[in-house]
């Protein structure tokens, strides 16, 4: 069986996939941790990490940094984008678009621009998260090692898993949360094929976080404790409340990149706009400045920020985040929303020492529950954000008191929202994957390659008589009536025709089926499917968009060929063993 | 500057750390550190008359040149080392120097200095550097190679360990830098009465902040570090974080806030024998200093004293060769056998400062004089480096004048009289 949508690449001996995938691991490893170092350098040399702000001697000068960093950044990111076809950074939805709908290919040009302006974007002090930029460069370099083995898709979307997995493993240092991101984010199955390597890229990725850069774990917490066992109540109804602030962060980035365009501001100049807005904010509210690890780790501890504070910091964490996404930064969604949502969950706490009087000791234990009730409806992953908060903090009661909030989030925010904001981002560029990947896959495949020219086609004018005698004499039962200039009239049917014999020299329209469904040249395997739902015959004729002219048909029998090898691709990919 | 800076002298390494970046600053020493004051503790008496000290190898023949020592033009070098006075200065002579002249029949002149750049700026800007090798603070070797004042050293050469272990690999982290190799790792610790908790005893930072289940008054030094470093750990924060809290203003405020928890059960120390004297005495419970001072204490006076590790604040000194040495062969070849395993645990057997090599920590055995095992009193024992904060000696560089006016400040609002009309002590009625 011939596969017309693979004109390239044939499928890998399975050891040479793993072998890939352990490369890419390596490349993606050492990449992700110089991506996290540069941030750090960046942000020291140009003023926006407390530390380099506290041992700069020319106090004065800080709040102008605070201000022109962030706005000159935006400057940079702007003119980075203006190299990218779509004029925005590419980022996670790009990568899961590529894998569900098998396109696949993931370019590495707009992927390397994308990373730099993330680099700019993040060093300059911008309210966005590194992860997103961190899976895309990733997923990136991945399918780009998938094409220089000339690997079909199936692989290079396995590639991707694994570039993805390595990202996630090397910045988290959390290879189980690397492997169980990229299968339940990007490649949403788990087959065995693509386990083995996405595992191979994991480890890689971990041992050369480990090796070459010991780094210590980025959130460590020496003990945690759940004193009352009722907190798991608590924990379980921050899950439903914190996929609502979940929502209400979502709508507020989608809001913002609704109002950008609207604001009347060139879009190479919005960053730069966004960039002095934040900067100034930040003059009042630092926290909102940069990736905020150090107002993370102050959420966690009790008493360190009053509860006003910290309702005032999640609100202009938020809106900051959602105006630099909007106006045009680069970078993700990940580490801004653990940072709202550990406000959120310190504000749990905080209520609920005020009816108990007295849990505050557990205030990390809060603060966790609900970073993870607020980061994993925002990424659509519950599993891998709770291995990612396991293996951040290596403490397992603060894991189960993470598995507390989760089991409501997802459900709760899929509600009111959406899966995640990658896919409604997706579904507003036209990528519906709620109805599940099969769907996706029909849709980003062409009839093209299925249309063959119509085997028999007659003058509508022509006599009844005379078109059984053609069809007769050519072996067909159907015939396409197309007139002079090319334009399609109708399909005729041979019984349709023996009926009618008895007026043998009429013209042959008479006889046109009434309902013969037709589809467009550039449709998708799913348009013509949905119409051949109603065809009784034999093809579905193929006529050019928006005019009439026949260019050939569709045979039901290539169709339904066509349906069942996708199908059968997604398949075999989702449940490959080799 | 420099009569502050020698009033701060007194026989360790790295105790000069901040006061060299005061100087770097042109920050006022004064305030902060009066005289006789240090960042770490005074001479100590115990370790001023080594019984086996300078004397013991004054007597013996100069050693003939052995094959591996290249002598190729006549007499060999005399070597100057700059290093801290006092007991330090005396270990060094009896471990290192003396050992390696009778080894190699290169002679060591020692200059005294206190620490800082400033003398060392000075060789090299009148083209007259007398000094070959300098022992330095971390903070002072990093800035002195930045500006030119050092020879990159290679690490390559660096002797194995006795195991066969590659010096990269037996050496502790951070312990090599481009110009520097680190020898031995100091700490400022928390200590406490022994008879005063009689059934369960301090084992972390927060215990010190926990008046209700360990009570009683604690010696804290009248300066901001250590204080806001520990106050911060005990909220929870992990080591690698304090600094970049520190930071903030909202770290600082929280680190004030629980020293101001305790404030009226400090006393307020400024000379570095006080906290061991003070817990000898009775008069504390729990106590911040140096690890050197405590143990002396210990082992020469049988004080109830012991050191909780647990937050020890850690810096390294380093061995350093300046960039206008004239004798750069001498002066790497004693670097090396300086830093050698051997030569590393003989002189951990004079003061408890921990060996930057592995192997030498695993070896250091019985203190010369008293026979007490080093090993559980240095700072780099695996049991006592579990849980450890590396000083950010940049951080302070750019930092301790700020630091300092606040933590005065403070010190001023929470009323415990002014401490200079005290003595820099005061102890609660």
């Known amino acids: ?578 | 500057m420099p009569s502050d800076g020698r009033n701060m002298v007194a026989g360790k390494p790295g105790r000069h750390a901040a006061a060299d970046h005061l100087l770097m600053c042109g920050l006022v020493l004064a305030m902060v550190l009066p005289p006789g004051s240090a960042l770490l503790a005074a001479p100590n008496p115990a370790y001023m008359h080594q019984p086996d000290a300078p004397a013991a190898a004054t007597g013996a023949p100069p050693a003939a040149p052995r094959a591996e020592v290249a002598a190729p033009t006549g007499d060999p070098p005399m070597l100057t080392i700059a290093t801290w006075g006092g007991a330090y200065e005396q270990a060094q002579r009896a471990a290192l120097f003396e050992p390696f002249t009778a080894r190699t029949g290169i002679e060591i002149r020692v200059a005294q200095y206190d620490g800082g750049l400033t003398e060392l700026r000075a060789q090299h800007a009148d083209g007259e550097v007398t000094w070959d090798v300098v022992d330095m603070t971390m903070s002072d070797t990093l800035t002195a190679c930045r500006e030119g004042l050092l020879r990159p050293l290679p690490h390559d050469d660096l002797p194995p360990s006795p195991d066969g272990t590659p010096a990269r690999r037996d050496f502790i982290a951070g312990a090599l830098t481009r110009c520097g190799i680190a020898h031995t790792a100091y700490a400022t610790v928390i200590a406490y009465d022994r008879r005063a908790f009689p059934g369960i005893r301090p084992d972390r930072v927060a215990d010190l902040f926990d008046l209700e289940r360990f009570p009683g008054r604690r010696a804290l030094q009248q300066a901001p570090f250590g204080n806001l470093e520990w106050a911060l750990h005990a909220y929870g924060v992990p080591t690698a974080d304090i600094y970049r809290l520190l930071s903030t203003r909202r770290g600082l405020r929280l680190a004030l806030a629980r020293l101001a928890d305790i404030a009226e059960q400090v006393v307020w120390w400024q000379d570095g024998a006080t906290p061991a004297r003070l817990l000898e005495q009775g008069d504390v419970v729990m106590a911040t200093g140096y690890n050197g001072r405590f143990f002396a204490a210990m082992a020469d006076r049988g004080a109830p004293i012991e050191i909780l590790w647990d937050g020890q604040i850690q810096e390294l000194e380093n061995w350093a060769v300046t960039a206008g040495s004239r004798h750069l062969d001498a002066a790497k070849r004693f670097i090396r056998w300086a830093t050698s395993t051997d030569a590393l645990t003989r002189f951990a057997r004079h003061l408890p400062y921990g060996p930057t090599r592995r192997s030498a920590s695993r070896r250091v055995s019985g203190h010369i004089g008293t026979g007490i095992d080093m090993q559980p009193h240095l700072p780099t024992h695996p049991f006592n480096d579990r849980n450890t904060i590396v000083k950010d000696v940049e951080w302070y560089a750019w930092t301790h004048d700020r630091i300092r006016r606040l933590f005065r400040s403070w010190l001023t609002e929470y009323a415990l009289g002014d401490p200079a009309l005290s003595g820099g002590l005061r102890l609660k009625p």
């Open chain 1, 1 to 578: 069986m011939t596969d017309h949508r693979h004109p390239r690449g044939a499928e890998l001996n399975l050891s040479l996939v793993v072998t890939l995938g352990a490369v890419v691991g390596l490349v993606v490893g050492l990449l992700t941790a110089s991506f996290v170092l540069a941030i750090f350098a960046l942000n020291d040399w140009l003023l926006i990490s407390p530390r380099a702000r506290m041992m700069f001697e020319h106090r004065a000068w800080l709040a102008a940094a605070a201000v022109a960093v962030p706005t000159l950044g935006g400057l940079v990111v702007g003119l980075l984008h203006r190299f990218i076809a779509e004029g925005r950074p590419h980022g996670p939805p790009d990568v899961i678009a590529a894998v569900q709908t098998r396109q696949g290919r993931l370019p590495l040009r707009p992927g390397l621009l994308s990373a730099v302006s993330s680099l700019v974007s993040l060093g300059s002090g911008a309210s966005v998260g590194q992860y997103g930029p961190l899976v895309h460069m990733g997923g990136t370099l991945g399918s780009v090692g998938a094409r220089l083995l000339r690997a079909g898709r199936s692989d290079d979307n396995i590639a991707i898993a694994c570039g993805v997995a390595a990202a996630i493993a090397t910045a988290f240092k959390a290879p189980l949360a690397g492997i169980l991101f990229a299968h339940e984010v990007v490649l949403r199955h788990f087959a065995l094929r693509a386990f083995a390597p996405v595992a191979a890229a994991a480890i890689a990725g971990y041992v050369i976080e480990d090796l070459v850069f010991e780094r210590p774990p980025l959130f460590h917490v020496a003990a945690a404790e759940i004193v009352h066992r009722w907190e798991y109540l608590v924990f379980l109804a921050m899950g439903a409340a914190g996929a609502l602030v979940a929502a209400a962060y979502m709508r507020a980035v989608l809001g913002a990149a609704w109002l950008a365009p609207r604001s009347h501001i060139p879009r190479v100049l919005r960053p730069a706009a966004a960039g002095a807005v934040l900067g100034t904010a930040a003059l009042w509210v630092p926290d909102i400045l940069g990736i905020g690890a150090e107002t993370l780790r102050f959420a966690t501890i009790a008493g360190a920020i009053p509860p006003p504070e910290l309702a005032l910091i999640l609100v202009a964490k938020l809106l900051a985040t959602a105006m630099c996404l909007g106006f045009g930064f680069s970078g993700g969604l990940f580490s801004p929303a653990l940072l709202i949502g550990a406000l959120f969950g310190a504000l749990c706490g905080n209520a609920v020492a005020l009816v108990t009087g007295g849990v505050q000791a557990t205030m990390v234990v809060y603060a966790v529950a609900g970073m993870v009730a607020v980061t994993a409806p925002v990424i659509g992953a519950p599993m891998a954000t709770l291995l990612i908060i396991f293996e951040l903090t290596g403490s397992y009661t603060l894991t189960t008191a993470a598995l507390a909030s989760v089991a409501l989030a997802n459900l709760t925010s899929a509600r009111v929202f959406g899966r995640s904001l990658f896919d409604v981002q997706l579904r507003r560029r036209g990528l519906d994957l709620s109805a599940g990947r099969s769907r996706a896959l029909l849709q980003g495949e062409r009839i093209a390659p299925l249309v063959q020219p119509a085997p028999v086609t007659l003058a509508p004018d022509l006599p009844i008589a005379a078109a059984i005698d053609t069809l007769g004499r050519r072996g067909r039962a159907e015939g396409y009536l197309v007139d002079a200039d090319g334009s399609y009239r109708g399909t005729v049917t041979l019984a349709a025709l023996e009926a009618r014999r008895g007026q043998g020299a009429a013209p042959v329209l008479d006889a046109a089926e009434a309902e013969r469904p037709v589809v467009a040249a550039d449709s998708s395997l799913w348009v013509a499917v949905d119409q051949a739902r109603t065809l009784t015959g034999e093809a579905l004729p193929v006529v050019e968009r928006g005019g009439r002219r026949l260019v050939g048909v569709l045979s039901e029998v290539a169709l339904s060929r066509a349906h069942v090898e996708t199908l059968d691709a997604v398949r075999r990919e989702e449940h490959g063993g080799g």
